[in-house]
């Protein structure tokens, strides 16, 4: 009777436990896609332009997914290293989550996804949101000048179409959209009365999602044609009086992918030439820097989220622009500190917004206000998550007489066994640039975790003899492994819990964690109904074994 409410109660545990796990992994998943900035409704007031233009134009060449290293191979882009010697060049950082529309978002409004209200993750095209902060586009269509972009239809939506003047958008991804998009460009570049242009070569990106990525011979000819078609971009126009600016937004690891944490596709390259530049520096940059350094040089304003430097160590401005500049630079951040502040429930000291062009000296205060905010919620979060592993590391000690050893060794043998195909095997990495979508993380995750365990359950059976127990007491035994294995697998998410709060809401999460707990999470979800499968067979078999067999189990008692 007494197996009986320990069996009643392990199978509501389990049945509840595999519940929250489905909510809390479709909630995360959901506040991710769902993420808005705290700014999203009350974006800081844009400043005044700052002065006369130090070029006639400026061209944007975006090749998505490049590669740092790629860019460096002149075998691969001649061309590209051909402009990096005749201009300046960085290696340019940038931040998770690496997806192509909050890249897109932070290189056009200079502020990281924190701030930029851009989508934290790629949305379909119906669900993509116009910029709510001040991007490069508006700053320049609002100086007098003219505007034009080419390139992939998620730029539609993005940005403001007020202040784009011509346009050719495409769905397509591959060299044939590549071209058809450069095609396009070509009129905007013959004329020289539009003043900015974007011009969007995705094939390199298409190579890394679809054609082996960066491992793969294709990689390269990917990288080789848009080499070709920066070469023919670049003799359009005149960089006596014209700007080249050339970049990626994010890279690829080498299995291809890109959304998380990865150190590889977060350096980009940067390479700019022509006028206003100055030639043969070569230094280190933000991702945000981009949009202010291009609104300087053209004599704009700058946006008014932005949290970069404009980089005149690689640019030399206009007269006017170096002027106003600093002013500009202080008034423009000093609005950015004191909006996010109010945004926070926070209020800023006058004294501490007196550090006139020092951009770094403002974004720490916005740093400072952010990390103050988060430290009281993950103490917070930690004390009942403490109380949490106190008691179950309690519960499977008091219960080392009834076996809990050998729940501790399937448990690890399921979690080897988990990370044996995913590592080595499966060659992923803990991050989303090895998500190819959610429905091949969910069944391979699945997949690999029901055969883990299932090993796991048979190694059980071997050691501990179960066929030899009562039916009662072996299906005890398997649910013992089952709680102590989701035990082991949910430390991640326990650890995500104090980082990152169960769902997404006024701050991006730790990209690293919360992915591994989204991980765990697909996992427990999976062992507790495998659990209660192997349960609920060990049981049937036990009650179905002969009776020459129950009897030689009794008799060995």
Partial sequence: MKNKYKIILSIV????????????????????????????????????????????????????GLRYDTSLDQKVMPFLNELRANGASAKMHSQPPSFSEPGYSTILTGAWPEINDGPALNLDYADIPTFTQDDLFSA??????????????????????????????????????????????????????????????????YAGHHEG??????????????????????????????????????????????????????????????AGVQQGVVTEIDMVDIAPTIAALMGSRLPASSQGQVRTDMISVSPSVETALPGAVAAQQSALVTTYAEAMGKTVDKNELSYGADVTAYQKIINKIHDSKL????????????????????????????????????????????????????????????????????????VTAALAFLIAFLVKILVNKLPRKKPGDAVLDIFGLGFTTVFLVALPVVISFVLNGILVTWTLPDYLTSFVSLLSLIQILVICGVTLLSAAIIALVLLLIPTKLKSKRKSTR
Avoid: C
């Avoid at 991710?32 to 800081?44: E, F, I, M, T, V």
């Avoid at 591959?174 to 011009?199: G, K």
């Avoid at 499977?396 to 399921?414: D, S």
């Fill in 213 to 274: 990525g960066p491992q793969s011979p294709n990689w390269d000819s990917a990288a080789t044609r848009a080499d070709n078609l920066l070469l023919f971009i670049a003799n359009q126009i005149d960089l006596e009086k014209d700007t080249i600016v050339v970049f990626s937004d994010h890279g690829h690891i080498l299995a291809g992918g890109h959304g998380g944490q990865d150190p590889d596709i977060l350096i980009e390259p940067f390479v700019i030439a022509g």
């Fill in 375 to 446: 430290l009281w919620q993950r103490i917070l979060r930690a004390l009942p998550a403490a109380v949490l592993l106190g008691g179950a590391i309690f519960l499977i000690l008091r219960k080392r007489k009834e076996g809990a050893e050998g729940w501790i060794v399937g448990a690890v043998t399921y979690v080897v066994l988990f990370n044996f195909r995913y590592v080595v095997l499966s060659k992923k990495t803990y991050s989303l640039s090895s998500v190819t979508g959610e429905m091949d993380l969910i069944l391979y995750t699945a």
């Fill in 13 to 64: 545990l389990l049945i509840g436990i595999a519940v929250t796990s489905y909510f809390w992994a479709t909630g995360s998943i959901s506040s991710n896609y769902g993420y808005r900035s705290a700014l999203k409704d009350n974006p800081p007031v844009a400043g005044p332009a700052l002065g006369d233009p130090a070029t006639s134009r400026v061209i944007i060449v975006l090749i998505d």
């Fill in 140 to 205: 320049v269509h609002d100086a007098g000048f003219k505007t034009a972009i080419s390139g992939y239809y998620w730029f539609e939506k993005l940005v403001p179409q007020a202040a784009v003047d011509f346009s050719y958008y495409t769905p397509g991804e591959d060299a044939q959209a590549d071209n058809d998009v450069v095609v396009a460009a070509t009129p905007f570049l013959q004329n020289s009365s539009i003043n900015l242009v974007l011009i969007h070569i995705d094939q390199v990106d």
